[in-house]
């Protein structure tokens, strides 16, 4: 009886680690350091459970979510950090052909450093 406990657990040792083996949304195998998790809500009957699914890294990158916190505080710090780098060329009508350049670069840093923030924090 003990050896048919150790065997079931033994299986489902390797069914776990053969499902971290491969990427939830496309399949693709995934080496060591570069598996991500995410949480998903699952709803059946009614009740909403929260399950773990892993990704590869060019998964991880377009995951909705992520994407969606990381644009959000692109936005509110990137425009906070415009105002005050370029305000008072924006309010006295100066534009440069640099601005073109600036603005777009001070958006693009805050949400590298969130993208990045996520990916480090879900790293598994």
């Not at 399949?27 to 773990?52: H, Y």
């Not at 590298?112 to 598994?124: E, H, Q």
Request: hydrophobic share 40%; aromatic share 8%.
């Amino acid at each position: 009886m003990r050896r048919e406990i150790t065997d079931r657990t033994m299986d489902q040792a390797e069914e776990l680690t053969t499902a971290q083996d491969g990427c939830e949304n496309c399949g693709r195998a995934i080496g060591d350091g570069w598996s991500f998790g995410f949480k998903n809500k699952v709803r059946s009957e009614g009740a909403v459970t929260a399950a773990e699914i892993i990704k590869c890294f060019s998964c991880a990158l377009r995951h909705r979510q992520m994407v969606r916190r990381s644009t959000a505080a692109a936005a509110v710090v990137g425009t906070v950090l415009t105002l005050l780098n370029q305000g008072d060329v924006l309010v006295s009508g100066n534009v440069s052909n640099a601005l073109f350049w600036k603005i777009p670069l001070t958006y693009c840093i805050p949400f590298i450093v969130a993208t990045y923030g996520a990916l480090t924090n879900n790293l598994k």
